[in-house]
């Protein structure tokens, strides 16, 4: 069954400089996936291709049915896309903004304007001239113009530049129940990581205009997770660098990182150390996106 977004093989050169290089990846449609890399990785590139802003050079895409290179329109028209600039009018207040944008897209709801403002908090601030908001408040009113028309497909790139952590918490609880509630069908660009992990059911890592990797976070886990490095908080005094067979590194006072072969030793180890103190705190260090990714990264330039 095909995807909701194919890319087959794309390849995109800017003055001979080439951005993406024969990119392929499949989007399901109801999926919320992570399109993530560093600055200058080519996302922002991809983006724009897939809503027929830009041409490719070679290769193929398919957004919900439609060609980017000959139905541009079509797709923006089904789809949200939130980008650095946001494509506001700074002269005009936040609520002109969405009162006119909701016209344009042919989408003008009151409650639904209304509902959206109150949602992002920008309901105090409709008033405002935009060239007045904070960069922040900027972002979260771009992501109410992406939304104005309940769209199948929401484009966002680095959504929460600018944001404050409420700010970041506002939006990604936002894309969340956007999801679950409406099935919307969810590509979200960024270069930070650790905000993507509770968010996404996919990710996909781009390097130098490459793929170097995707797939589910469980799936990376499993492929990249050689070992376990388990941080506990306890009072157990350990000395030297290994204790019931695993090694063991001190940092803080009662504070250990033990490094184990697989997640089958976490509880045995757990066991062992309870029977003789207190634990307070347990983690698994090397298993968040950011890890998984470096480790990536490391595989990859090998």
Known sequence: MPGFIEAVHVSKSFHEQSVLKSVSFTVDEGAVVGLLGPNGAGKTTMIRLLNGVIVADSGSMIVGGYNPIESGHQIRSMCGILTDGAGLYF??????????????YGAYNKNRIYSLLEEFELSEHMNKKV???????????????????????LFLDEPT???????????????KKLNAQEGTTILLCSHILRQMED???SFM??????????????????????????KIETGLNIEGESWQGFRVNSGDPHM???ELPNKESI???????????????VEIENRDLESLYFTIRGDSHE
């Open 91 to 104: 002269e005009m207040t936040g609520l002109e903004n969405v009162e006119f944008f909701a016209k344009i």
């Open 256 to 258: 250990y990182e033990f």
């Open 205 to 230: 890592f781009l390097e130098n205009g490459r793929i170097l990797e995707k797939g589910s976070k469980k799936e990376l886990e499993e492929k990249y997770v050689k070992n376990v490095i388990l």
């Open 267 to 281: 509880t045995p180890l757990l066991q062992k150390i309870a029977a003789e103190s207190w634990i307070h705190h």
């Open 161 to 175: 530049n600018g944001l404050d952590p409420e700010g970041i918490r506002l939006v990604y609880e936002y894309v």
């Open 131 to 153: 060239g007045l908001y904070s960069t922040g408040m900027k972002k979260r009113l771009g992501m109410i113009k992406a939304l104005l028309h309940k769209p199948k497909m």
């Open 199 to 201: 968010v996404c059911h």
